[in-house]
C-alpha cells in the first residue's frame, strides 16, 4: 500500500492505492495518528488506486473517523471504485461516511 498527502484549499488529501489488509495497516496508522496529532480538521481520503480492503482496514477508518470528529474536524471518502463501494455497502459503512465521486466534489462540500 502507497499513501500520498497533500493540501487542496486547505483540505488534506490523503490518496491512498493498492491493498489496505493486516499486513499494511500499519502504515496507514502511523499516517491516521500523524493527521490527529497535528490536529487536522478537513480530511479526504481518495480510494481511487485502492483494489481491496479488509476488515482491519475498515476498523481503522472508523476509528480515524471517530478520532477527527471528536475533535471537531471531518473526514469523508471519495473516488471509491464500484468494487470496494461494494464491501463499503454489504458492511454498512457507506452509511457511515459521506462517499463523494470525485476529489474536487469532496473537497468543495468540506469548504462549505
Known amino acids: 500500500m502507497e499513501i500520498k498527502l497533500r493540501n487542496k484549499d486547505g483540505v488534506t488529501l490523503c490518496c491512498l492505492s493498492g491493498e489496505i489488509n493486516i499486513n499494511t495497516i500499519g502504515g496507514l496508522n502511523k499516517v491516521f495518528g500523524k493527521l490527529i496529532t497535528e490536529k487536522t480538521q478537513k480530511v479526504v481520503l ?54 463523494f465521486t470525485a476529489e474536487t466534489e469532496a473537497v468543495r462540500n468540506l469548504n462549505k
Do not use: E, H, Q
Open 46 to 99: 481518495n480510494f481511487s488506486d485502492v483494489n481491496y480492503i479488509d476488515s482491519t482496514g475498515i476498523a481503522s477508518i472508523i476509528k480515524f473517523a471517530k478520532a477527527i470528529g471528536n475533535a471537531g474536524g471531518c473526514m469523508v471518502l471519495s473516488d471509491v471504485i464500484p468494487k470496494i463501494g461494494y464491501v463499503f455497502k454489504i458492511t454498512k459503512v457507506d452509511r457511515l461516511f459521506r462517499i
